[in-house]
Nanobody, 114 residues
Framework: QVQLVESGGGLVQPGGSLRLSCAAS????????MNWYRQAPGKERELVAT???????KYPESVKGRFTISRDNDNNTVFLQMNDLKPEDTDVYYC????????WGQGTQVTVSS
C-alpha cells in the first residue's frame, strides 16, 4: 500500500531554514507528481509546492522564491527546502500523492518563532 513518511520539521527562528523529506513507497514514484501541503488548526489545507515527473515545479505566491521542491527518484524521496521562514509559515506540513485516491503522510510540525 502507499506510504508517505515525512521528516525534518522543527522549531526555527524567523529567517531560518528547514529541509523536509518525504520517503514514499507502495507505488512507482518516478511516474507520479508529488505535492507538499500545509495546514494550521481550523484552516483548510494549502498546497505549497508541486513537482511533476519531469521536475517541473509550481508554487503559490506566498512561498515562491523561498521554498524549493525537489525529488530523488532513485531513493523515492521528495524534499521541500524552506528558506527565509516567517512566523506565518508555522503549520503542519504534509506530503501528498494521488494514486487512485489521495494519500497523505502523517505530517511534520514546522514552528517559526523567536
Amino acid at each position: 500500500q502507499v506510504q508517505l513518511v515525512e521528516s525534518g520539521g522543527g522549531l526555527v527562528q524567523p529567517g531560518g531554514s528547514l529541509r523536509l523529506s518525504c520517503a514514499a513507497s507502495g507505488f512507482v514514484f518516478k511516474f507520479r507528481p508529488m505535492n507538499w501541503y500545509r495546514q494550521a488548526p481550523g484552516k483548510e489545507r494549502e498546497l505549497v509546492a508541486t513537482i511533476d515527473p519531469y521536475n517541473r515545479t509550481k508554487y503559490p505566491e506566498s512561498v515562491k522564491g523561498r521554498f524549493t521542491i525537489s525529488r530523488d527518484n532513485d531513493n523515492n524521496t521528495v524534499f521541500l527546502q524552506m528558506n527565509d521562514l516567517k512566523p506565518e509559515d508555522t503549520d503542519v506540513y504534509y506530503c501528498h500523492v494521488r494514486r487512485d485516491k489521495d494519500h497523505w503522510g502523517q505530517g511534520t510540525q514546522v514552528t517559526v518563532s523567536s
